[in-house]
């Protein structure tokens, strides 16, 4: 076995660093229900912090964690500051001075009851997660070509859509899935009343004669953190309108660009929606835009935004 999971020798469980290759949680243990965060930490920008990684939206992931908890029925047994102070401690453990994913689990533990689990393991695993918006641009010189799938995004009446639930992400391999077997690279949902949701990990930004356009939280997305930073940034940085609407799938076709956000996906443009392209299928001006000023903040390049970064 490896030593090291993705860069990441190191890894905190349950109070204490320790070797990723121990961290094991025994496969007699069903896995009903259990949340995760997904976190990211860019590396300092200005010279001075050289080596150093900053937390992006530490406290508004932290505050999610705790959401899915409360909506899940689950006691975090540590506190928001403990699982900071880990988070560093696995940081330093790796001596990490790249770009890392940050992804606390609560795990349900095998001992404490099937369905009405009441003891979970709190694990911090951090790996490299290089960005998507630095030199070279993959994201943007790929093509992400996307279908709408044909299954739809679960209703929040029936699963936790807005908690970052472990089983909603069954409905997330679904479509992703799909798209792969029909050679395709990714695909978005439509919410149960046919309403554009949201993708398999990031959320759908549409872009029509100059504002920017996105499903509200009603039409089952995840309250993503990128999402919410974009909806601030672009209309008071950037002077770009912003609209939080129910988008319809034709709607949707028509767009002049449209593009993935997220923790993971950072800004992803979507170059074409069932064979349709969207805009010159390339990455268009405003998807570019917001960007690469994302990329600034995350770098500790924009003084406005710096308080959204937690040194860590
Ligand atoms: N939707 C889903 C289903 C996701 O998994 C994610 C990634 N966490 C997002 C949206 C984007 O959320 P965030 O910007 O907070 O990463």
Request: glycine share 8%; net charge neutral; charged share 20%.
């Given at each position: 076995?490896?030593?090291?999971?993705?860069?990441?020798?190191?890894?905190?469980?349950?109070?204490?660093?320790?070797?990723?290759?121990?961290?094991?949680?025994?496969?007699m243990?069903?896995?009903?229900?259990g949340?995760?965060?997904?976190?990211?930490?860019?590396?300092?920008?200005?010279?001075?912090?050289?080596?150093?990684?900053?937390?992006?939206?530490?406290?508004?992931?932290i505050?999610r964690?705790?959401?899915?908890?409360?909506v899940?029925?689950?006691?975090?047994?540590?506190t928001?500051?403990?699982?900071?102070?880990?988070?560093?401690?696995?940081?330093?453990?790796?001596?990490?001075?790249?770009?890392?994913?940050?992804?606390?689990?609560?795990?349900?533990?095998?001992?404490?009851?099937?369905?009405?689990?009441?003891?979970?393991?709190t694990?911090?695993?951090?790996?490299?997660?290089?960005?998507?918006?630095?030199?070279?641009?993959?994201?943007?010189?790929?093509?992400?070509?996307?279908?709408?799938?044909?299954?739809?995004?679960?209703?929040?009446?029936a699963?936790?859509?807005?908690?970052?639930?472990?089983?909603?992400?069954?409905?997330?391999?679904?479509?992703?899935?799909?798209?792969?077997?029909?050679?395709?690279?990714?695909?978005?949902?439509?919410?149960?009343?046919?309403?554009?949701?949201?993708?398999?990990?990031?959320?759908?930004?549409?872009?029509?004669?100059?504002?920017?356009?996105?499903?509200?939280?009603?039409?089952?997305?995840?309250?993503s953190?990128?999402?919410?930073?974009?909806?601030?940034?672009?209309?008071?940085?950037?002077?770009?309108?912003?609209?939080?609407?129910?988008?319809?799938?034709?709607?949707?076709?028509?767009?002049?660009e449209?593009?993935?956000?997220?923790?993971?996906?950072?800004?992803?443009?979507?170059?074409?929606?069932?064979?349709?392209?969207?805009?010159?299928?390339?990455?268009?001006?405003?998807?570019?835009?917001?960007?690469?000023?994302?990329?600034?903040?995350?770098?500790?390049?924009?003084?406005?935004r710096?308080?959204?970064?937690?040194?860590?």
């Open positions: 076995m490896s030593t090291a999971f993705h860069g990441a020798k190191y890894c905190w469980m349950d109070g204490a660093i320790i070797e990723t290759e121990k961290a094991l949680v025994t496969a243990n069903e896995v009903y229900l949340i995760f965060e997904g976190i990211k930490a860019y590396v300092a920008g200005d010279v001075l912090g050289k080596g150093r990684v900053d937390i992006f939206r530490w406290e508004s992931h505050e964690l705790w959401h899915s908890a409360a899940c029925g689950i006691t975090i047994p540590y928001r500051e403990q699982l900071l102070e880990a988070t560093r401690e696995t940081i330093k453990a790796n001596e990490f001075t790249t770009n890392v994913y940050i992804q606390p689990r609560l795990w349900p533990k095998s001992s404490s009851g099937r369905f009405v689990a009441k003891e979970f393991h694990l911090i695993p951090i790996w490299n997660f290089n960005t998507l918006l630095g030199k070279g641009n993959p994201r943007f010189s790929e093509k992400t070509r996307t279908i709408v799938s044909s299954w739809r995004r679960i209703p929040s009446d699963m936790p859509a807005q908690a970052k639930c472990w089983a909603n992400y069954a409905n997330s391999a679904l479509a992703a899935r799909e798209a792969a077997r029909l050679g395709y690279d990714a695909a978005l949902f439509l919410d149960s009343r046919g309403f554009v949701s949201e993708g398999t990990g990031a959320c759908v930004v549409s872009v029509r004669d100059g504002k920017l356009i996105t499903p509200p939280v009603t039409a089952s997305i995840l309250e953190v990128t999402r919410s930073s974009i909806l601030e940034f672009a209309p008071e940085d950037l002077g770009i309108p912003a609209e939080v609407r129910d988008i319809s799938r034709v709607e949707l076709y028509a767009s002049d449209a593009f993935f956000c997220g923790t993971g996906w950072e800004i992803t443009p979507i170059t074409s929606i069932d064979g349709i392209p969207i805009g010159n299928e390339q990455h268009g001006p405003l998807t570019q835009r917001i960007a690469e000023y994302y990329a600034g903040i995350l770098a500790g390049n924009v003084e406005k710096k308080n959204w970064l937690t040194p860590a």
